[in-house]
């Protein structure tokens, strides 16, 4: 009945947290400690430190986490796969759309609308993330931004140029 519990709980976690990993904590404190009791809040404060730490997702770890801690591994792989079921379905079902639809006009229409606004969004984030570095008072910091910031469009320019081999 546990696994059952936990597998459900994550599951409504990822499939209502849009946003990424730090989106779903309040869903996922939500679940742990408020309607389940399953930890009090200092212990999934330690498990928000500990997901932070591991390499992954912090939201999978955080399923994966609780999960061991209430019900050992096998409760882990429970929690772990409710988190991530809801991402593998609407990936697979975009997948398929996308392979029907792809020479579509209007289909392509949509994607070419969607590029301009994805540029957009990326170039916000790297001059956001400039703005901090440029006002840093730790002279690595700005250095390594320096170098990221100039070498990166050469890399891209240069591997953009080869040709594949098949």
Not at 23 to 32: H, T
Not at 74 to 83: D, M, Q, V
């Amino acid at each position: 009945m546990i696994y059952l519990q936990l597998f459900l709980s994550f599951l409504q976690v990822g499939m209502f947290s849009f946003g990424g990993g730090y989106a779903a904590l309040p869903l996922i404190q939500g679940q742990v400690v408020k309607t389940h009791s399953w930890l009090s809040m200092s212990e999934f404060t330690d498990l928000i430190t500990i997901s932070q730490m591991t390499p992954g997702p912090i939201a999978v770890n955080s399923a994966t986490f609780v999960g061991e801690k209430i019900a050992g591994i096998p409760g882990a792989l429970c929690a772990t796969a409710g988190y991530i079921l809801p991402s593998c379905i609407i990936v697979t079902v975009i997948a398929k759309i996308y392979l029907k639809w792809r020479n579509m006009e209007l289909f392509q229409g949509v994607l070419g609308s969607l590029r301009p606004a994805v540029v957009a969004l990326i170039a916000s984030a790297g001059i956001s993330i400039l703005i901090k570095i440029r006002y840093s008072t730790n002279p690595i910091t700005q250095i390594t931004a320096f170098v990221m910031s100039t070498a990166s469009p050469r890399l891209s320019a240069r591997f953009s140029r080869k040709k594949s081999a098949i």
